[in-house]
């Protein structure tokens, strides 16, 4: 469960200082809100570590627009995480990218590839460790997902043909990447990855721009394919902690 009271705050990052063997870190962020500690409190415990100079600044994570505002009125946020993609785009009709826009908040967004799908490398037969990966348990990596959602990486490659990236055309997960960059100034996908040729494919990303008539035409597109299978299985635990 998680635990956001000041004492667990305090611990945990002592323990983190500590394990970095630094004074301070720049950004602390709450990762889930806390529903038996109020966010107020919250909030004047990260204002607390600002005095004291232990963190520079402080977020939130899957926090609903409601939540980020109160936070903001006791101590101003810096940067809400959540996940946003071309695959769940939720951050634009859940307010959250109006108040951040509103309350000049950064917005990282995680899973910008859809946990590897926008890759474009995913399909019916994929296999996922079933206690090692995370996937495995999520409907949206389901075979028949993976099968019905072709249609959004199909319209991504359409995209890529008249794209270039260091002289080639560009990949599915450079133009995944580069329209969340071309959505808001104040968005930054945080693409994971282990591999050094996927963060040199990744960085290829800023190569690309859209045309304001282009990416329009392409989120209107991009509306009308739906997409299949939850991010998180409903009801469960994962699916309850965000938009708190």
Known sequence: MQDSSKKSILRALDASLK????????????????????????????????????????????????????????????????QYSMAFREPETNNVFDVCQKLGIAFVAYSPLDRGFLTGTMHENTKFHPTLDMRSSFPRYTPEALKANQVLIAFIKDIAKNKQVGGKSASVAQVALAWILAQKPFIVPIPETTNPKHLIENLGAVEIDFAPDELKEINTLLERIPIVGERYTPGSDAAKSVGL
Not at 47 to 57: A, F, H, T, V, Y
Not at 61 to 78: G, N, W
């Open 19 to 82: 394990r970095l063997q630094t004074d301070y870190v720049d950004i602390y962020i709450q990762h889930r809100v806390d529903l038996d500690t109020p966010i107020e409190e919250v909030a004047q415990t990260m204002q607390e570590l600002i005095k004291q100079g232990k963190i520079r600044g402080y977020g939130l994570s899957e926090a609903s627009a409601k939540t980020i505002e109160r936070a903001h009125k006791v101590c101003p946020i810096s940067v809400i995480q959540s």
